[in-house]
């Protein structure tokens, strides 16, 4: 059974940063993409990122292009999501997801994290 458990939420000022990590199990993880996506209160989830299984395709929202980096480490199972000055509106609940393929589409993913809260503040 695929297990993806998101952890590295939490409470930030403003301009601060956070690490996200995403631990994989239950499938080969370097098969699959690992994307990113988040939802905040009233808002339909939102794509933030995406990598390919080898790690050779990387794309972003535009919301997030050039904070944010998403990197993995098949060796651990694993997929990040780096963020850097966070803005409140980067406040959601952020979610990891396994696919086949790379895509921003999250009906396309199989797998989901429980998610992480993540909260930026002023």
């Known amino acids: 059974q695929v297990q993806l458990v998101e952890s590295g939420g939490g409470l930030v000022q403003t301009g601060g940063s956070l690490r996200l990590s995403c631990a994989a199990s239950?499938?080969?993880?370097?098969?699959?993409?690992m994307g990113w996506f988040r939802q905040a209160p009233g808002k339909e989830r939102e794509f933030v990122a995406v990598?390919?299984?080898?790690?050779?395709?990387?794309y972003y929202a535009d919301s997030v292009k050039g904070r944010f980096t998403i990197s993995r480490d098949n060796a651990k199972n694993t997929v990040y999501l780096q963020m850097n000055s966070l803005k409140r509106e980067d406040t959601a609940v952020y979610y990891c997801?396994?696919?086949?393929?790379?895509?921003?589409?999250?009906?396309?993913?199989?797998?989901w994290g429980q998610g992480t809260q993540v909260t930026v503040s002023s």
């Open positions: 990598i390919r299984g080898n790690g050779g395709s990387i």
């Open positions: 997801a396994s696919g086949r393929t790379v895509t921003m589409y999250y009906r396309e993913y199989d797998y």
């Open positions: 239950g499938r080969t993880f370097s098969s699959y993409a």
